[in-house]
């Protein structure tokens, strides 16, 4: 099996140690292929050949980078069912969404194909009188270290990606190891759209390798990373020495409020794409449902019925609603915290198990917990599965505050029909997404994305709002009187 190789100046580069062998969570018979890992003196190569190439990419002109993201999202749209069908075979989400965030990856780059043009500054009067002038313009940071999750293998990538592009930056990328295929078929679309060589470099490899060479290298101006809090936490203690600008964005556990005036199905359908499409491993998937008196019994009747007749299955079967968790280790950590929530006393009505499938992969039932309390481990610890609790409070003010009562502040839901609590909810929502009536999951790729306390730190991604991570300004001051 020939094995895929690292991107680092141009050149496609072989492996330095062995291979990532990439397996197909649905079935762990198929392998996808194999993939190059990258060592420490490979990582510095890339950093040092984004470091060459930032002086001519800086200094090309708004259509050289129109150009190069507008033909990348171009050619992802263009490839998008196959690249979803990829997608889905190495990360395990059904494949509809591996389709549908092909595409999103696609608008990605024309988005900021567009903002590439519209980059903008200012020219401003000085108070020191005629003849003085002040601009205010933006420049590139310089090399970018990119590092991104195994979740959204296309999607999270394109949103660092094109705006560390179209505002003059050059990559260093490192994706995880678990979905090699798609970071590799978007190195290769880069290459095929006319990325200048050193421009972008992927680096396949190790957190201890590849990701530590990334934080700790004098090379790399600025990290952008998602992952854990834990991860991030550590990597910002450790790249704050050598003063670079970062970009985190970690976990979630994300609260969907439900108040007696919910419409119902909407309510159900918001629940459970929030908590069970994409296996729950989503950093803005709901892990808790909070729900008032009036409507709880109705609710869990309805809920449960529309859990039970998911389907869970291959995510290359267009029937399956629910695909695998991602390998082992994760489907073993949501067991785990299964076993967590059974000790502290919650009282599981649904799933709780494997799911049953015809063939050999890490197949997880929909789980229901209730009698949770929000100080329980799995109310308050994210899970990254498909594992939702259903949590009781008297009125809104009472769910508001069990919502707000959560060290992370991504993402929350309320579903209503009352203006008045959905004005107040989006004033005091403790998150950096309110959703009203909307899973807690699902974001568009034109706004910006973030979340308070622990779930992010620094700069928001996506939206015009990117610029203001991948830019510094300079101010320049003229005195025209001089002859």
């Known amino acids: 099996m020939a094995v895929h190789k690292n991107l680092i100046d141009g050149e496609w580069v072989e492996s330095a140690g062995a291979p990532i062998r990439n397996v197909n969570p649905s079935d762990v018979t ?22 060459a190439a930032f002086p001519r990419w800086a200094g090309a002109s708004i259509q050289q980078r129109f150009d190069l993201l507008d033909g990348v999202g171009t050619r992802i749209l263009a490839r998008a069912a196959e690249l979803g069908r990829l997608l889905s075979r190495e990360e395990g989400k059904t494949l509809r969404e591996g389709i549908a965030e092909a595409t999103r990856a696609g608008q990605i780059f024309k988005f900021h194909a567009g903002q590439a043009l519209r980059a903008a500054g200012e020219l401003l009067d000085s108070p020191r009188g005629a003849g003085w002038s002040v601009q205010v313009q ?3 940071i310089g090399v970018i270290g990119v590092i991104t999750p195994w979740n959204f293998p296309l999607a999270i990538p394109a949103w660092k990606i094109a705006p560390a592009l179209a505002y003059g930056n050059c990559v260093v990328f490192k994706p ?10 978007l190195a290769e ?30 090379g790399v101006d600025a990290l952008s990373f998602t992952g854990s809090v834990e991860t991030g936490r550590a990597i910002a203690a450790r790249a704050i020495g050598g003063m670079k600008r970062l970009q985190l964005e970690m976990g979630g556990k994300n609260p969907l409020i439900v108040l007696d005036d919910a419409d119902l199905d909407n309510a159900v359908e918001c629940a459970i794409q929030g908590a069970f499409y994409s296996t729950g491993q989503r950093c803005t998937a709901t892990s808790r449902i909070i729900v008032t008196p009036g409507i ?3 609710f869990r009747e309805a809920l449960l019925a529309r859990a039970r007749a998911l389907v869970v299955g291959d995510a290359l079967d267009e029937r399956t609603e629910m695909g695998p968790a991602v390998d082992a280790g994760q489907l073993q950590t949501d067991l785990d915290y299964i076993a967590v929530g059974l000790k502290e006393g919650a009282r599981l009505v649904l799933g709780g198990a494997r799911h049953p499938a015809p063939r050999e992969g890490f197949y997880i039932a929909p789980t229901i917990f209730e009698d949770v ?20 409070a008297r009125d809104y003010e009472e769910a508001l505050a069990i919502a707000n009562d959560t060290p992370f502040g991504l993402s929350a839901g309320l579903c209503t029909r009352s203006l008045k609590h959905a004005d107040h909810f989006r004033r005091h929502a403790q998150v950096g997404l309110a959703m009203i009536n909307a899973p807690t999951a699902g974001v568009d790729y034109h706004v910006p994305f973030g979340g308070a306390k622990a779930s992010s730190y620094g700069w928001r991604e996506q939206g015009p709002q ?6 510094r300004i300079k101010t320049i001051y003229t005195n025209a009187n001089v002859r």
């Open 373 to 392: 309390d929000n100080g329980m481990r799995i109310a308050r610890e994210e899970i990254f599965g498909p594992v939702v609790s259903l949590l009781r």
């Open 296 to 298: 709880h019994a109705r």
């Open 466 to 471: 990117a610029m203001e991570f991948y830019t």
């Open 30 to 51: 198929d392998v996808i292929g194999e993939y190059a890992t990258a060592d420490r003196a490979q990582a510095l190569r890339a950093i040092e050949a984004a470091r």
């Open 138 to 140: 933006r420049e590139p």
């Open 176 to 185: 995880a190891s678990l979905v090699p295929g798609c970071a590799h078929a």
């Open 189 to 218: 679309i880069l290459v095929e759209a006319g990325c200048p060589r050193g421009v972008v470099n992927l680096v396949m490899g190790g957190g201890g390798s590849v990701g530590d060479t990334l934080v700790t290298a004098p």
